[in-house]
């Protein structure tokens, strides 16, 4: 399946903080076409904006639709025509527990229907304890999508999934059709995000992760931190992936 190349614009917050329209302009010349947006109703203006001036979209993007502004952010992605909209965690405390966890894809469930009435779909993005935790004999996040509405989607972090000890290409395989978007990065493969690099600077078989992910329709680029210059690793990132899989 042919993807959309993405970056997730948190790894350029601080860029994006002092100049949203240079920095998104930055990321287009660089041959992105694609960014998720994080705290969408924060940023929708100059996005709205950086969007027209430079041919750039969003599909999807992270927000906090249990405990923000539901309202503003379904505004914020009508206005920006994204289509996906991503919880991006949970709280890292009720995995070590079955019912505190049923009780989370509840919430989800519910949130979905709402998500779903204002033309939008509802997706969950993982980090490492959702991996690490083992809840009735399964991996946390599987314990999770099974109790989940068919309608809601799986944005898998593959660092972090790796970090908390799956074997990644077979977890997607489990989770099969539900996952439709990845977040790509790569680095020393520990918690230490000051040593994320560059996408195929580091340790992380990330090519074995994309062709694993057989449902996706996007891939995002993502540094949660670097100890390097942000912008040349979201730059490099695009330039390795462009010249090692094809993308629209």
Request: aromatic share 6%; glycine share 6%.
């Amino acid at each position: 399946m042919t993807t959309t190349l993405a970056v997730q614009l948190y790894s350029v917050r601080e860029a994006l903080t002092a100049d949203a329209a240079g920095t998104l302009a930055a990321l287009a010349q660089m041959g992105y076409t694609h960014v998720e947006p994080y705290k969408v109703d924060d940023w929708v203006e100059p996005l709205a904006e950086a969007f027209e001036a430079n041919g750039l979209a969003a599909r999807s993007t992270h927000a906090n639709p249990i405990d923000g502004d539901r309202d503003a952010i379904f505004a914020a992605c009508h206005r920006l025509g994204v289509q996906r909209l991503i919880q991006p965690s949970s709280p890292r405390e009720i995995w070590t527990d079955p019912a505190a966890v049923s009780d989370f894809a509840t919430k989800l469930n519910a949130l979905a229907a709402e998500v779903a009435d204002a033309g939008l779909v509802l997706g969950y993005h993982n980090h490492e304890f959702e991996i690490e935790s083992e809840l009735d004999g399964r991996r946390g996040l599987e314990f999770l999508a099974d109790q989940l509405d068919p309608a809601i989607e799986l944005q898998v972090d593959t660092y972090w999934a790796q970090v908390g000890g799956a074997d990644v290409p077979a977890l997607l395989d489990t989770l099969g059709q539900r996952v439709t978007s990845i977040h790509i990065k790569d680095g020393d493969g520990t918690r230490d995000t000051k040593n994320q690099v560059a996408v195929g600077a580091g340790q992380i078989p990330v090519l074995d992760f994309i062709d694993a992910a057989k449902h996706i329709d996007t891939g995002v680029v993502e540094l949660d931190d670097t100890s390097l210059d942000m912008m040349t690793q979201v730059r490099d990132s695009h330039t390795f992936l462009r010249k090692e899989r094809t993308w629209v």
